[in-house]
T-cell receptor, first 118, second 111 residues
Framework: DADVTQTPRNRITKTGKRIMLECSQT?????MYWYRQDPGLGLRLIYY???????NKGEISDGYSVSRQAQAKFSLSLESAIPNQTALYFC?????????????????FGAGSRLTVL | KQEVTQIPAALSVPEGENLVLNCSFT??????LQWFRQDPGKGLTSLLL?????REQTSGRLNASLDKSSGRSTLYIAASQPGDSATYLC??????????FGTGTRLKVLA
């Protein structure tokens, strides 16, 4: 099983619909992130969370909301989807260990959720 | 503001060639640098992570180096194979929530 699992993998929806993308992880990481990827624009941070009670906006949070239901679960919602939210969405995780720990601080991605808003 | 640049944007090489991908960053105060591979429409797979105190990391045919003072990292791929064809991205972090990604180098290895 994947360390970071995203559902759904593909979704086509209509303008104005509410959409939720879900992410769960088995890495035991405390930090979780949502990014979107658009051709030519690279990866942009939507929201990040350092623990269940610590949620913060990234650079492009307008039109999105998140929920950290547990350490292992972080969901992204589009309250009223619009066409320019069509993109590939990624969930990622990392730990907060110091550099002296082998394997620390690796950013681990899910397989992505492709969202198309018509 | 940290900026990450990857040159070239695309590269096509014959199978078996050794190649170098470049990553440049403007602020040397990084916590670590990570190299990823992304296949079309797929997620990012971590290849190598170099902590700020390290100079290089190796995994199989891959070797990544880091020169903080010059703001550069290189990913060396030995004896390239068609299966290496993908987009390679680098990302730097200052140890907070900020990971700054390059836009990648699209590699095609010809059989």
């Amino acid at each position: 099983d994947a360390d970071v699992t995203q559902t759904p993998r593909n979704r086509i929806t209509k303008t104005g619909k509410r959409i939720m993308l879900e992410c769960s992880q088995t890495k035991g990481h405390d930090r979780m992130y949502w990014y979107r990827q658009d051709p030519g624009l690279g990866l942009r941070l939507i929201y990040y969370s350092f623990d269940v009670k610590d949620i913060n906006k990234g650079e492009i949070s307008d039109g999105y909301s998140v929920s950290r239901q547990a350490q292992a679960k972080f969901s992204l919602s589009l309250e009223s989807a619009i066409p320019n939210q069509t993109a590939l969405y990624f969930c990622a995780t990392s730990d907060s260990l110091g550099q002296q720990y082998s394997g620390a601080n690796v950013l681990t991605f899910g397989a992505g959720s492709r969202l198309t808003v018509l | 503001k940290q900026e990450v640049t990857q040159i070239p944007a695309a590269l096509s090489v014959p199978e078996g060639e050794n190649l170098v991908l470049n990553c440049s960053f403007t602020d040397s105060a990084i916590y670590n640098l990570q190299w990823f591979r992304q296949d079309p429409g797929k997620g990012l797979t971590s290849l190598l992570l170099i902590q700020s105190s390290q100079r290089e990391q190796t995994s199989g045919r891959l070797n990544a180096s880091l020169d903080k003072s010059s703001g550069r990292s290189t990913l060396y791929i030995a004896a390239s194979q068609p299966g290496d064809s993908a987009t390679y991205l680098c990302a730097v972090t200052d140890g907070t929530y900020k990971y700054i990604f390059g836009t990648g180098t699209r590699l095609k290895v010809l059989a």
